[in-house]
């Protein structure tokens, strides 16, 4: 598939898909005119980098993770040390955005019952 069709079925933008293959996240083969195809494989791909960013995780670590992610595959040391860090902070991350959104929900609730009373 070309570069226009991955981006569609993905939602990532031709650019974001240019700077993951730069950055050694994603691959693709070139036609005699140069142009990019892609793969079957590269639409979940891009998901999976899509959700990394969206998590929180750099470009540096997700292209570090991303050939050590198979299915029923055993990491390398240094890799399940790093995927345990990452669960680390992406716990310590969820916790924080649970007391935000329980503060915000405090204020919510405090405001609607000031305002039913006045």
Known sequence: MRIGDLAERTGASVRSLRYYEKQGMLS????ASGQRHYGEDAVSRVLLIRQFFSAG???KTIAALLPHIKDGERCPPEVLRQ???????????ADELARARQTLDGMVKATQEAMRGA
């Open 57 to 59: 995780m750099n470009s």
């Open 83 to 93: 995927l345990t860090a990452e669960l680390h902070r992406l716990d310590a991350q």
């Open 28 to 31: 693709s083969e070139r036609s």
